[in-house]
């Protein structure tokens, strides 16, 4: 079964260049990797997915290295409102079902 | 448009009691996930539906745990016999398709708060 590593917690400054690193082994194959940002209380929200490379959108930018084994979200000049947890997601093929296998999250602190 | 939704956003039950915990996706999307986030930890991950079925059901807790989904939309989770342990914000999520290519990006509902007393 997928086992998904994060680094536990971050701290950082306003402005910087944020990057979380995920290691996901036995990711399936046809399986995308997503990144997804919760605060206290809410559900997780979708910031960012992709297969292979880098990928970037108008938050964030996702580098998948070619074996796929890890991942790595970056947030360019990160505010205070990015203080959050930040968890990587991959889906398992096991038995030909999925399992969906949240990374062990990482608390992001953003400091002024 | 709508997100998906939760009900109830709270519920306190007694030891031993059943509870049932409602979700309603995202219309049109074809894939449903429930989560289990107890205080302070991650996401587990406890069952996905394909339309109306769950192909593995291996991710529940326990035997008290049941889930359905009816008419490709609403799913319930059902605890039996409620113990202190199953108190956790249950997360309920759907995405246009279920994993494999880029359809399936999961959106969250804002979760049911258990507390078992």
């Known amino acids: 079964l997928a086992k998904t590593t994060q680094p536990i917690s971050m701290d950082s400054y306003e402005g910087q260049e944020v990057n979380i690193t995920c290691s996901h082994n036995n990711i399936a194959t046809n399986d995308y990797i997503t990144w997804y940002q919760q605060f206290p209380s809410q559900g997780p929200r979708f910031i960012i997915q992709?297969?292979?490379t880098k990928v970037t959108n108008e938050v964030a930018s996702l580098f998948i290295p070619a074996d796929r084994k890890s991942s790595t979200l970056s947030l360019p000049r990160v505010s205070l409102s990015d203080t959050a947890v930040y968890y990587c997601l991959v889906g398992d093929m096991y038995s030909g079902t999925y399992k969906y296998i949240f990374g062990t999250g990482t608390r992001l602190k953003v400091l002024a | 448009g709508a997100g998906v939704s939760q009900s109830p956003s709270n519920k306190v039950t007694e030891k031993g009691k059943d509870v049932e915990l409602r979700c309603d996706p995202i219309?049109?999307?074809?894939?449903l996930y429930w989560y289990r986030q107890s205080l302070g930890q991650g996401l587990e991950f406890l069952i996905y539906?394909?339309?109306?079925?769950?192909?593995?059901k291996s991710g529940l807790p326990s035997d008290r745990f049941s889930a359905e989904r009816t008419g490709g939309s609403v799913s319930t989770l059902t605890i039996q016999r409620t113990q202190q342990e199953d108190s956790a914000v249950y997360l309920c999520?759907?995405?246009?398709?279920?994993?494999?290519?880029?359809?399936?990006?999961?959106?969250f509902g804002p979760g049911t708060r258990l507390t078992v007393l």
């Open positions: 539906f394909q339309g109306n079925s769950a192909p593995d």
């Open positions: 999520a759907s995405s246009l398709e279920v994993a494999g290519g880029p359809y399936n990006e999961q959106f």
């Open positions: 219309s049109g999307h074809t894939a």
């Open positions: 992709g297969y292979k």
